[in-house]
Protein backbone atom coordinates (compact mmCIF):
# COMPACT_ATOMS: atom_id res chain seq x y z
CA UNK A 1 0.00 0.00 0.00
CA UNK A 2 1.40 3.37 -0.90
CA UNK A 3 0.54 6.09 1.50
CA UNK A 4 1.42 9.26 -0.50
CA UNK A 5 3.81 11.11 -2.42
CA UNK A 6 5.65 13.08 0.30
CA UNK A 7 9.20 12.14 1.83
CA UNK A 8 8.70 10.30 4.77
CA UNK A 9 10.84 9.80 7.80
CA UNK A 10 10.65 8.56 11.18
CA UNK A 11 11.43 10.67 14.78
CA UNK A 12 11.32 8.87 17.83
CA UNK A 13 11.29 10.72 21.21
CA UNK A 14 12.61 8.68 23.82
CA UNK A 15 13.53 8.47 27.50
CA UNK A 16 12.78 8.15 31.03
CA UNK A 17 9.13 8.29 32.75
CA UNK A 18 7.80 11.64 33.77
CA UNK A 19 10.96 13.05 31.22
CA UNK A 20 8.46 15.57 29.13
CA UNK A 21 7.90 12.50 26.09
CA UNK A 22 4.22 13.10 26.01
CA UNK A 23 4.25 16.76 26.47
CA UNK A 24 7.05 16.84 23.23
CA UNK A 25 4.57 14.58 21.41
CA UNK A 26 1.41 16.70 21.67
CA UNK A 27 3.83 19.95 21.02
CA UNK A 28 4.70 17.85 17.75
CA UNK A 29 1.24 17.24 16.88
CA UNK A 30 -0.16 20.16 17.65
CA UNK A 31 1.91 22.01 15.48
CA UNK A 32 1.37 19.40 12.52
CA UNK A 33 -2.52 20.50 13.16
CA UNK A 34 -0.97 24.26 12.53
CA UNK A 35 0.46 23.32 9.66
CA UNK A 36 -2.88 21.80 8.16
CA UNK A 37 -1.60 18.11 7.99
CA UNK A 38 -4.22 15.29 8.37
CA UNK A 39 -3.30 13.61 11.55
CA UNK A 40 -3.43 10.41 13.40
CA UNK A 41 -2.60 9.80 17.01
CA UNK A 42 -2.13 6.04 18.67
CA UNK A 43 -1.99 5.22 22.42
CA UNK A 44 -1.33 1.62 23.59
CA UNK A 45 -4.41 0.40 24.98
CA UNK A 46 -2.23 -0.60 28.28
CA UNK A 47 -1.67 3.34 28.91
CA UNK A 48 -4.70 4.38 30.28
CA UNK A 49 -3.28 8.08 32.26
CA UNK A 50 -5.46 10.43 30.23
CA UNK A 51 -8.77 7.73 31.85
CA UNK A 52 -9.35 6.59 28.19
CA UNK A 53 -9.53 10.10 27.05
CA UNK A 54 -6.98 12.06 24.93
CA UNK A 55 -7.12 14.56 22.52
CA UNK A 56 -5.11 17.22 21.70
CA UNK A 57 -6.23 20.33 20.08
CA UNK A 58 -5.24 23.64 18.30
CA UNK A 59 -6.19 26.94 19.40
CA UNK A 60 -7.53 27.56 15.59
CA UNK A 61 -10.00 24.93 16.51
CA UNK A 62 -8.20 21.56 15.35
CA UNK A 63 -8.44 18.22 16.98
CA UNK A 64 -7.16 14.76 17.07
CA UNK A 65 -8.17 12.16 19.12
CA UNK A 66 -5.62 9.30 20.51
CA UNK A 67 -6.88 5.95 18.98
CA UNK A 68 -6.44 3.24 21.64
CA UNK A 69 -4.83 -0.20 20.40
CA UNK A 70 -3.59 -3.17 21.47
CA UNK A 71 -1.03 -4.03 18.76
CA UNK A 72 0.46 -3.49 15.54
CA UNK A 73 -0.98 -5.00 13.28
CA UNK A 74 -4.27 -2.96 14.86
CA UNK A 75 -2.09 0.26 14.28
CA UNK A 76 -1.51 -0.91 10.48
CA UNK A 77 -5.26 -1.40 9.99
CA UNK A 78 -6.27 2.14 11.79
CA UNK A 79 -4.03 4.09 9.45
CA UNK A 80 -6.17 6.41 6.60
CA UNK A 81 -4.44 6.47 3.20
CA UNK A 82 -4.53 10.43 3.46
CA UNK A 83 -2.30 10.57 6.41
CA UNK A 84 0.09 12.45 6.35
CA UNK A 85 1.35 12.57 10.28
CA UNK A 86 0.99 9.48 12.37
CA UNK A 87 1.59 10.06 15.76
CA UNK A 88 2.09 7.06 18.38
CA UNK A 89 2.81 7.51 22.50
CA UNK A 90 3.42 4.81 24.91
CA UNK A 91 5.19 2.95 22.09
CA UNK A 92 7.31 0.33 24.66
CA UNK A 93 3.98 -1.50 24.93
CA UNK A 94 3.67 -2.44 21.92
CA UNK A 95 5.06 -5.36 19.67
CA UNK A 96 8.35 -5.72 17.49
CA UNK A 97 5.68 -5.82 14.28
CA UNK A 98 5.35 -1.68 15.26
CA UNK A 99 9.18 -1.29 13.10
CA UNK A 100 7.93 -2.94 10.00
CA UNK A 101 4.47 -0.58 10.28
CA UNK A 102 6.48 2.43 11.25
CA UNK A 103 8.84 1.87 8.09
CA UNK A 104 5.78 1.16 5.93
CA UNK A 105 4.55 4.52 6.79
CA UNK A 106 7.55 6.29 6.47
CA UNK A 107 8.12 4.65 3.01
CA UNK A 108 5.06 5.79 1.75
CA UNK A 109 5.50 9.39 2.56
CA UNK A 110 4.21 9.55 6.28
CA UNK A 111 5.91 11.43 8.78
CA UNK A 112 6.01 9.25 12.03
CA UNK A 113 6.82 10.47 15.27
CA UNK A 114 7.18 7.25 18.07
CA UNK A 115 7.16 8.51 21.68
CA UNK A 116 8.14 5.93 24.54
CA UNK A 117 10.51 4.70 27.31
CA UNK A 118 13.17 3.11 25.92
CA UNK A 119 14.35 1.59 29.40
CA UNK A 120 12.39 -0.78 31.54
CA UNK A 121 12.71 -0.28 35.48
CA UNK A 122 15.93 -2.90 35.28
CA UNK A 123 17.77 -0.02 32.35
CA UNK A 124 17.11 -2.72 29.78
CA UNK A 125 15.92 -2.03 26.05
CA UNK A 126 11.93 -1.64 26.37
CA UNK A 127 9.58 -3.65 24.30
CA UNK A 128 10.72 -2.40 20.42
CA UNK A 129 12.34 0.84 21.41
CA UNK A 130 15.87 0.04 20.55
CA UNK A 131 14.82 -1.31 17.34
CA UNK A 132 12.57 1.74 16.39
CA UNK A 133 15.30 4.30 17.94
CA UNK A 134 17.74 2.29 15.51
CA UNK A 135 15.83 2.79 12.96
CA UNK A 136 14.59 6.57 13.48
CA UNK A 137 16.35 9.89 11.27
CA UNK A 138 15.46 11.51 14.32
CA UNK A 139 16.10 10.75 17.93
CA UNK A 140 15.69 13.14 20.69
CA UNK A 141 16.25 11.41 24.60
CA UNK A 142 14.64 13.49 27.47
CA UNK A 143 15.58 13.50 31.03
CA UNK A 144 13.86 13.94 33.93
CA UNK A 145 14.99 14.87 37.49
CA UNK A 146 16.24 12.36 39.83
CA UNK A 147 14.03 12.87 42.72
CA UNK A 148 16.76 11.49 45.15
CA UNK A 149 19.20 13.92 43.91
CA UNK A 150 18.24 16.45 41.68
CA UNK A 151 20.55 15.61 39.10
CA UNK A 152 19.18 14.58 35.67
CA UNK A 153 17.26 11.77 35.41
CA UNK A 154 17.40 8.80 33.06
CA UNK A 155 16.52 5.68 34.73
CA UNK A 156 12.54 4.50 35.61
CA UNK A 157 13.09 3.10 39.64
CA UNK A 158 10.02 0.81 40.16
CA UNK A 159 9.24 0.37 43.99
CA UNK A 160 6.96 -1.84 45.65
CA UNK A 161 5.57 -0.91 48.67
CA UNK A 162 8.16 1.93 48.33
CA UNK A 163 11.37 -0.27 48.17
CA UNK A 164 13.26 -1.21 44.89
CA UNK A 165 11.51 -3.82 43.44
CA UNK A 166 13.78 -7.02 42.09
CA UNK A 167 14.83 -7.33 38.75
CA UNK A 168 13.17 -10.57 38.70
CA UNK A 169 9.48 -8.92 38.17
CA UNK A 170 7.49 -9.06 34.94
CA UNK A 171 8.28 -5.91 32.97
CA UNK A 172 4.95 -5.02 32.34
CA UNK A 173 3.37 -5.04 35.73
CA UNK A 174 -0.49 -5.50 35.08
CA UNK A 175 -2.82 -3.40 37.88
CA UNK A 176 0.35 -3.88 40.32
CA UNK A 177 0.52 -2.20 43.10
CA UNK A 178 4.08 -0.75 41.92
CA UNK A 179 4.52 3.05 41.63
CA UNK A 180 7.66 4.82 39.57
CA UNK A 181 9.98 7.43 40.33
CA UNK A 182 12.81 9.23 37.48
CA UNK A 183 15.95 8.57 38.95
CA UNK A 184 20.02 8.85 37.77
CA UNK A 185 22.43 6.45 37.09
CA UNK A 186 23.85 6.83 40.63
CA UNK A 187 20.35 6.66 42.49
CA UNK A 188 18.65 3.74 40.46
CA UNK A 189 18.21 0.57 42.36
CA UNK A 190 17.77 -2.80 40.82
CA UNK A 191 18.56 -5.41 43.63
CA UNK A 192 19.24 -8.78 41.84
CA UNK A 193 21.01 -6.72 39.10
CA UNK A 194 23.12 -5.27 41.82
CA UNK A 195 24.05 -8.36 43.71
CA UNK A 196 24.98 -9.58 40.06
CA UNK A 197 27.51 -6.65 38.99
CA UNK A 198 28.93 -6.90 42.71
CA UNK A 199 29.87 -10.44 42.02
CA UNK A 200 31.15 -9.66 38.63
CA UNK A 201 33.68 -6.97 40.79
CA UNK A 202 31.86 -4.30 38.80
CA UNK A 203 30.23 -2.46 41.87
CA UNK A 204 31.98 0.76 43.52
P1 LIG B 1 6.41 11.28 30.00
O1 LIG B 1 5.45 11.17 28.83
O2 LIG B 1 7.84 11.30 29.57
O3 LIG B 1 6.16 10.26 31.08
P2 LIG B 1 4.92 13.63 30.65
O4 LIG B 1 4.97 14.52 29.43
O5 LIG B 1 3.67 12.83 30.87
O6 LIG B 1 6.21 12.69 30.65
O7 LIG B 1 5.13 14.48 31.98
C1 LIG B 1 6.21 15.36 32.14
C2 LIG B 1 5.89 16.25 33.35
O8 LIG B 1 5.96 15.49 34.53
C3 LIG B 1 6.87 17.38 33.58
O9 LIG B 1 6.58 18.51 32.81
C4 LIG B 1 6.69 17.67 35.07
O10 LIG B 1 5.65 18.60 35.27
C5 LIG B 1 6.19 16.35 35.64
N1 LIG B 1 7.14 15.65 36.53
C6 LIG B 1 6.79 14.89 37.57
N2 LIG B 1 7.87 14.32 38.15
C7 LIG B 1 8.95 14.72 37.46
C8 LIG B 1 10.37 14.45 37.56
N3 LIG B 1 10.89 13.66 38.51
N4 LIG B 1 11.19 15.03 36.65
C9 LIG B 1 10.68 15.85 35.70
N5 LIG B 1 9.36 16.14 35.56
C10 LIG B 1 8.49 15.58 36.42
ZN1 LIG C 1 20.19 10.80 41.67
Known sequence: MRYGTAHGW???????????????LIRRVRRALIAGRR??????????RYGGQFQISSHDGRRVDAEPV???VQLAERVHAET???AVDEAQFLDDGICEVVEAL????MRVIVAGTDMDFRGEPFGPMG???ARAERIDKLSAICVVCGDPATKNQRLIDG???????????VGGAE????????CHEVPKRDRAQGELGLLR
Open 39 to 48: VQLFKSHLDD
Open 131 to 133: LLL
Open 106 to 109: ADGG
Open 10 to 24: IEVVAGVMFSGKSEE
Open 70 to 72: SNS
Open 163 to 173: KPAPAEGPTIQ
Open 84 to 86: QVV
Open 179 to 186: SYEARCRR
